[in-house]
């Protein structure tokens, strides 16, 4: 134990001497703080109103005057999509009568406006009557989902200070000594995946902090981080393996970013049929987990199932590539 501790103190003094290393571990907190300030004006850039297909074709016109028209076609697919995470207006008409739909978290002026403009566009060719429909959303899905990104990049930065520090160890040849030194292989992933453990947590919960203070379950996130150290340990020793400058590793950090934060929010647009097609990123399975207790907090049970398959998928990748890793770490 005190190997592996030793062994920390020594990677995160070479971390924090790095100052490119130093802004990797402040620019999440940063972004989440410019985030939490000009989230309002991102929810809210136009208004787009959801349309049930009975509605007439005259009153569609009309409202396309105002903002995107999306129509659907019945009342329930316009109920589920004014539940997604960005803010619409759903319209709906049984008989002679227009139903606003809202998911509840609107600001006001958006609740005034849909009234405002919907009887606009009535207003001379049909004489109906419309009502206001709150379905009990209480805090945006959108902040809420930024936040599982920031969480997301935060344990990126815990992979990547590992990832950085490996390829320090191979330019200065430094790497060549732990290789003969009593500390193993499986001691050196579990002393950096400790230290992704503390940067995850350390950002993760700084970013939930700043973005939305104590409307989260903080046990539950530093659980779900605790589970995505095994993504920390993926990224640091693949990009640390296989990279043997500081040159290449952010050449290969390129491709990691890309597929690491895109496969989630590729998960926000995906068609429910084709999101299959994610399972086998254990990423997925992160922002999934993530999303149980932030987004949709009355699934506690997709935390738990979401965080035993991130696990599963991790664990075999990590042991089919160790041997490949071990290769290209002592070989350089």
């Known amino acids: ?132 429909e709150s379905l009990g959303k209480e805090e945006s899905q959108f902040k809420n989902v930024i936040v599982i990104v920031m969480i997301l990049m935060g344990i990126l930065m815990g992979g990547l200070l ?31 995946g400790l230290m992704a453990l503390i940067i995850g947590v350390m950002l993760g919960v700084g970013n939930a902090l700043i973005m939305v203070g104590t409307q989260v379950n903080y046990l539950l996130l530093i659980i779900g981080v605790l589970f995505s150290v095994t993504l920390s340990l993926l990224i640091g020793f693949g990009i640390g393996s296989f990279a043997n400058s500081q040159i290449e ?22 068609p429910a049929k084709w999101i299959w097609v994610l399972y086998p990123f254990p990423n997925y399975w992160a922002f999934e987990a993530f999303n149980a207790i932030m987004v949709r907090p009355l699934e506690i049970g997709n935390f738990w199932f979401s965080n035993g398959i991130l696990l599963a998928i991790s664990v075999v990748l990590i042991l089919l590539l160790t041997p490949i890793m071990k290769k290209h770490l002592f070989t350089h």
């Open 1 to 132: 134990m005190r190997r592996i501790l030793k062994f920390m103190a020594k990677d995160f003094t070479l971390a924090f001497r790095d100052q490119i290393m130093l802004y990797m571990l402040i620019m999440p907190l940063l972004l989440s703080f410019i985030f939490s300030l000009f989230i309002s004006s991102l929810q809210n850039t136009q208004v787009s109103f959801v349309i049930d297909s009975s509605v007439e074709e005259t009153v569609v016109q009309g409202l396309q005057q105002y903002g995107k028209v999306i129509v659907l076609e019945s009342n329930q697919a316009v109920k589920e999509r004014v539940l997604g995470i960005d803010d619409v207006v759903g319209i709906t008409k049984v008989a002679d009568k227009y139903n606003i739909i809202l998911e509840g978290n609107e600001l006001e002026s958006l609740r005034e406006l849909a009234g405002m403009t919907l009887d606009q566009v009535i207003s001379g060719q049909y004489f109906g009557d419309y009502q206001v």
């Open 162 to 192: 590992s990832a950085f520090n490996i390829i320090d160890e191979k330019e200065s040849r430094s790497i060549h000594a732990l290789g003969v030194t009593p500390l193993s292989f499986g001691e050196m992933l579990l002393a950096r």
């Open 249 to 270: 590793g952010i050449a290969l950090l390129k491709v990691v970013f890309l597929v690491f934060m895109g496969v989630p929010i590729a998960a926000l647009f995906i």
